[in-house]
């Protein structure tokens, strides 16, 4: 299992993933070519991670660096390999990136109702910081917000 930087040639692989997730965010194609579009060092950029065997990818991270913080746009680690560490993984990798880049802290959001993901984050010291009423639709739902402060 290793984790690596995303290419466009993954796009493909990264939407059957993200569209067997009913949890995970929803991006068009042209969404995550424009990922490849803005490149380091300039800000703001697209930071798209993938893990993967040999029998292929097996999850993603999308996030977006700015000038002092960074932002956690979609995780999503295929269903049969939940609770091995992948998500963790990625997320350990994109913390880094981001710690190395500059950045403050990281912040992201997710459905109040998205107990699995809710839990893992606070595993990663990711901290409520606020939230957004009616944020999400399909069913209609408040978005939290966290926020996890980079030392
Ligand atoms: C959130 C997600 C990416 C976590 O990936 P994962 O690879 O299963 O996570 P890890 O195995 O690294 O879990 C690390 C820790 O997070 C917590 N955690 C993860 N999933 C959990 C769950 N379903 N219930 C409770 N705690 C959970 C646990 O503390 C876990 O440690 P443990 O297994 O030793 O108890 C995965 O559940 C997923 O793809 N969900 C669907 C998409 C989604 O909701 N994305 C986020 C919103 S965009």
Redesign the pocket.
């Known amino acids: 299992m290793r984790v690596r930087s995303a290419t466009a040639a993954d796009i493909p692989a990264i939407m059957e993933l993200e569209r067997q ?1 009913r ?3 929803h991006w068009s194609a042209e969404q995550y070519e424009r990922m490849f579009e803005a490149t380091p060092p300039s800000l703001p950029h697209f930071v798209g991670l993938v893990i993967e065997d040999e029998s292929g990818i097996q ?1 993603f991270l999308v996030g977006q660096a700015h000038a002092d913080e960074s932002e956690l746009q ?4 295929r269903a049969a ?9 990625l997320l350990t990798e994109f913390l880094e990136q981001a710690r190395e880049g500059g950045a403050k802290s990281v912040h992201l959001e ?1 459905r109040e109702s ?4 809710r ?2 984050y606070e ?1 990663w010291l990711f901290q409520e910081s606020g939230r957004r009423k009616d944020y999400y639709t399909g069913p209609v739902e408040d978005a939290v917000l966290y926020c996890r402060r980079l030392s």
């Open positions: 997730s949890a995970a965010a999850g979609s995780i999503a680690v390999g939940h609770r091995r560490g992948f998500g963790s993984q997710v998205n107990q699995a993901a839990a893992f595993k």
